[in-house]
């Protein structure tokens, strides 16, 4: 039994056991693009002419993730798919940098990487493997148009499986079967073809020996996300409300509240305009006290399944211990006879083990389902995305 469990966080790599215990995997090539980044910026640096050069020999904003981009601003190598490897005690990962894709293979018993291969413009993620041949389901493309498609099992040729102007992800392997579950959304674009919004994300099945496509589940009122079936029939996914591309609808005491408070806040943005002008005229504040707020540091936010998430303000709000996920985000259980059940709540991301576990995130805490419906928290991890079992198939080479 496998009690190995992939975690993707922000870009880093971490491998977690069922004992709670967890170890950061640092990628090598990644490791290796940075310091040829770093030496290249550091070689350079004098043509840039830098107002900071004056001061020492390197500028700052010249080194790995500067670049010209604000200070404070973070370029680098992510880690955004990882799956079991093609052999026992191993795992593939792809890795982003922003403009090269990167497929790697990490043997844990010889502790060594190995680049299968990276290419100009690869944006691969969402990686699923095979429980029989070991090829690999992954999604091509960005967060705003990408498609499906199959890998070998070493992730190597890709083979195109989708296409259309629409968000297809979250590829997964129906057992005993040549198909494909993943969840779908169509895309709304403006006179210029720019990406404005989405529809709601259904789930699709597609049939890779006769092509055939079929909707499983769709709801204009609802997502429903990252699907997975296991060996009985039983189907799984993310439940959650739909939000338009103008996001949620406020209730009736909030347009009440903005109603009653619209004429303060128009004072306030009144005499803040004033203060302003006040200290770009006379360099003198306008009131004796106070002043403009200083701008606080940028929130960070998180980019999942079509959904912007503030981090801060999602701790702040959603519970328990600082879930990501609001509580309409619930993992379901749906039995062939078509009757639900509610696993869990304030699901970001999950993953079904062959044995029938379910490990699954919260976006901040890991916990474990086990067989016999037993639930525990594992660990706690900030910016958790993405949960994978690493978990041989039944052909991988001893």
């Known amino acids: 039994m496998n009690d190995r469990i992939a975690l993707l966080a922000d870009g880093r790599l971490i491998v977690a056991a069922t004992d709670g215990t967890s170890k950061r995997h640092d990628c090598e090539f990644a490791a290796e693009i940075e310091r040829r980044e770093q030496r290249s910026a550091e070689k350079n640096s004098w043509l840039r002419g830098d107002q900071e050069a004056a001061g020492g020999m390197f500028n700052r904003s010249s080194l790995w993730g500067g670049r010209g981009v604000p200070r404070g601003t973070s370029i680098r190598p992510r880690v955004v798919a990882v799956t079991g490897g093609d052999r026992p005690e191993s795992m593939v990962y792809a890795l982003w940098t922003g403009v090269v894709g990167a497929v790697l293979d990490f043997d844990f018993t010889e502790n060594h990487e190995r680049r299968v291969f990276h290419r100009e413009r690869f944006q691969v993620s969402e990686f699923d493997r095979h429980p029989g041949d070991g090829r690999i389901a992954c999604r091509f493309g960005d967060e705003e148009v990408s498609h499906l498609a199959v890998l070998e099992p070493d992730g190597r040729h890709a083979k195109p499986v989708t296409e259309g102007d629409s968000i297809d992800a979250a590829p997964s392997w129906v057992p005993d079967r040549e198909a494909i579950l993943y969840h779908s959304a169509g895309l709304s674009r403006d006179p210029q073809g720019h990406v404005r919004g989405f529809g709601p994300f259904g789930i699709h099945r597609i049939d890779l020996a006769n092509g055939e496509l ?44 903005d109603t009653l408070l619209f004429p303060f806040r128009v004072f306030r943005a009144l005499i803040d305009f004033f203060q302003i002008f006040s200290h770009l005229v006379s360099k003198k504040p306008l009131t004796t006290s106070g002043g403009p707020k200083q701008q606080g540091p940028e929130p960070v936010r998180m980019w999942i399944h079509g959904r912007m998430i503030d981090v801060q303000k999602a701790s702040r709000t959603n519970s328990p211990d600082g879930a990501l996920a609001p509580a309409d ?43 016999d419906g037993s639930k525990r928290k594992l660990l706690s991890e900030p910016l958790i995305d993405s949960v994978k079992w690493l978990e041989p198939f039944e052909g991988a080479v001893e």
Request: net charge negative; glycine share 10%.
């Open 329 to 371: 985000w619930e993992l379901v259980k749906r039995a062939a006879d078509g009757s639900e059940t509610v696993l869990a709540r304030h699901v970001l991301a999950y993953d079904l083990a062959a044995d029938g576990r379910i490990a699954w995130s919260d976006g901040k805490n890991l916990h474990l389902i086990g067989t």
């Open 214 to 257: 079929e909707t499983v589940l769709e709801d204009p009122a609802r997502d429903y996300l990252a699907p997975q079936a296991d060996t009985a029939g039983n189907l799984y996914y993310i439940r959650r409300s739909y939000e338009g591309p103008g996001g949620p609808k406020p209730s009736l005491w909030v347009t009440l509240k």
